[in-house]
């Protein structure tokens, strides 16, 4: 059951360096997420896909940009990194059903120098 | 305004004993949810509890259960007869809007750090 995978889960990058997270969920959902994690300030909301086909802007999408590649696969990518986006990365995914809760990758941690 | 607010940074409590982790909302929406997500040193996310605002009971589930207080716009977490496994950090979230639109990001709060002592 491998639920929602995230890769890598390390990375280490430069100023200005580029990458992109990778998500993939086998529970068929239809809405993913990407959300960041910083030291006292719980999980702030970057990107969420509703459906396939259709991306949207969270609270801190900027810096950011995401594809929904299709239903499976959601992948969040740093153009340009800045130390500010040092942080761990969760991609999470849901459906529209019972309490709709949302299942989590294992989190990836990305450190800009 | 913060929409989910968690005021107890850190808590300890003496293992086998019950605590609350407290947990206020701000929302306009007359359709929302509120959830607990429990987050141990490993890192992973694990969904603990869920309250419907509509829900006429309080939400249980095994040793955690949700008091939830409508009017005062509260969503406690209780954990009975703590264990020290419990010992990691605790989020309250929320969802507005209805299940059947495309809002169905959670909000956090900033968490609270939960020690359960020996």
């Known amino acids: 059951n491998a639920g929602v995978t995230q890769t890598p889960k390390f990375q280490v990058l430069k100023t200005g360096q580029s990458m992109t997270l990778q998500c993939a969920q086998d529970?068929?959902?239809?809405?993913m997420y990407w959300y960041r994690q910083d030291p006292g300030m719980g999980l702030r909301l970057i990107y969420y896909s509703a459906s396939e086909g259709t991306t949207d802007k969270g609270e801190v999408p900027n810096g950011y940009n995401v594809s929904r590649l299709n239903k499976r696969e959601f992948s969040l990518r740093l153009e340009s990194a800045a130390p500010s986006q040092t942080s761990v990365y969760f991609c999470?995914?849901?459906?529209?059903?019972?309490?709709?809760?949302?299942?989590f990758g294992e989190g990836s941690r990305l450190t800009v120098l | 305004a913060q929409k989910i607010t968690q005021t107890q940074p850190g808590m300890f409590v003496q293992e086998k004993e019950a605590v609350t982790l407290d947990c206020t909302y701000d929302?306009?929406?007359?359709?929302?949810?509120l959830f607990w997500y429990k987050q141990p040193s490993s890192g992973e996310m694990i969904f603990l509890i869920y309250?419907?605002?509509?829900?006429?009971q309080n939400a249980t589930e095994g040793r955690y259960s949700l008091n939830f207080q409508k009017a005062r716009k509260s969503a406690n977490l209780v954990i009975s007869a703590s264990q020290l496994g419990d010992s990691a950090m605790y989020f309250c979230a929320m969802r507005e809007a209805p299940m059947d639109t495309g809002r169905r990001a959670l909000t956090f709060g900033s968490g609270t750090r939960l020690q359960v002592q020996p």
């Open positions: 999470a995914s849901s459906e529209m059903i019972a309490t709709g809760e949302l299942f």
């Open positions: 529970m068929n959902h239809n809405s």
């Open positions: 309250q419907g605002s509509y829900d006429q």
């Open positions: 929302t306009s929406d007359p359709s929302y949810g």
